[in-house]
Nanobody
Framework: QGQLVESGGGSVQAGGSLTLSCTASGYKHKLFCMAWFRQAPGKDRDGVATIYTGDSTSGDDTYYAFNVKDRFTISLGDAKNTTYLHMNNLTPEDTGVYYC????????????????WGHGTQVTVSS
């Protein structure tokens, strides 16, 4: 049984930084897309960033929600089963539960179609 395990959440003041990590294990097939979503209190879960985990030379391997594009960076570990979300210049509006997600077949420039989910990690940004 595969699983996605997130870590790295916590509390930080506005303007600070956090890095989340997510490791996929136990899946029988490669997961070609990994992503981060977040759910703010009382709101729907929204996509934050996606990344293609296969071999690519196109350079177009990541995708961001417009409101994080210049502050967050998604990346992969060397084994490509771990994804990181580096979050800078955090604001209280970034507060929420951050979920790692994955899918077997990848379309980088969409947040749709993710069917594997982690349990989430809380990020709280205070003003």
């Amino acid at each position: 049984q595969g699983q996605l395990v997130e870590s790295g959440g916590g509390s930080v003041q506005a303007g600070g930084s956090l890095t989340l990590s997510c490791t996929a294990s136990g899946y029988k097939h490669k997961l070609f897309c990994m992503a981060w979503f977040r759910q703010a209190p009382g709101k729907d879960r929204d996509g934050v960033a996606t990344i293609y985990t296969g071999d690519s030379t196109s350079g177009d391997d990541t995708y961001y929600a417009f409101n994080v594009k210049d502050r967050f960076t998604i990346s992969l570990g060397d084994a490509k089963n771990t994804t990181y979300l580096h979050m800078n210049n955090l604001t209280p509006e970034d507060t929420g539960v951050y979920y790692c997600a994955a899918r077997q077949f990848c379309t980088v420039r969409t947040f749709n179609g993710y069917n594997y989910w982690g349990h989430g990690t809380q990020v709280t940004v205070s003003s």
